[in-house]
């Protein structure tokens, strides 16, 4: 099945901007939701930006929208093997301080649309990413 790992994570001054990387590989179809998470410490996780693959759709928090932009690599939808998603991350502030998370499912893009934030339901996660804001 999809193997994640995510990349880019690192220490930022509020205002800065972050990309962060998520390659997945070994998966054979485009029909994936892709989600990126966060978590930190006592917090519960929150999902902040998905993409549904096989139409680019894309999804957002409230808490990110007009921040954080989620793509994929254009150039490898046509390889089933592999794609790889971003997470650029602008204007970033002290409580975007977090464990970045990506996740994916196979799923329809009508349960993308539906059940893209719900962590619960994805099947396939990264290791994580930390990334830190300081004030």
């Known amino acids: 099945q999809v193997q994640l790992v995510e990349s880019g994570g690192g220490s930022v001054q509020a205002g800065d901007s972050l990309t962060l990387s998520c390659a997945a590989s070994?998966?054979?179809?485009?029909?994936?939701?892709f989600t990126w998470f966060r978590q930190s410490p006592g917090a519960e996780r929150e999902g902040v930006a998905a993409?549904?693959?096989?139409?680019?759709?894309?999804?957002?928090?409230?808490?990110?929208k007009g921040r954080f932009t989620i793509s994929q690599d254009n150039a490898k939808i046509q390889d089933n093997a592999r794609n790889t998603l971003y997470l650029q991350m602008t204007s970033l502030k002290p409580e975007d301080t977090s464990v970045y998370y990506c996740?994916?499912?196979?799923?329809?893009?009508?349960?993308?649309?539906?059940?893209?934030?719900?962590?619960?339901?994805?099947?396939?996660w990264g290791q994580g990413t930390q990334v830190t804001v300081s004030s």
């Open positions: 996740a994916a499912v196979k799923s329809s893009r009508q349960w993308c649309s539906d059940f893209w934030s719900q962590g619960s339901r994805f099947n396939v």
């Open positions: 070994q998966y054979t179809s485009s029909s994936y939701c």
């Open positions: 993409l549904f693959a096989a139409r680019n759709t894309t999804y957002y928090a409230d808490s990110v």
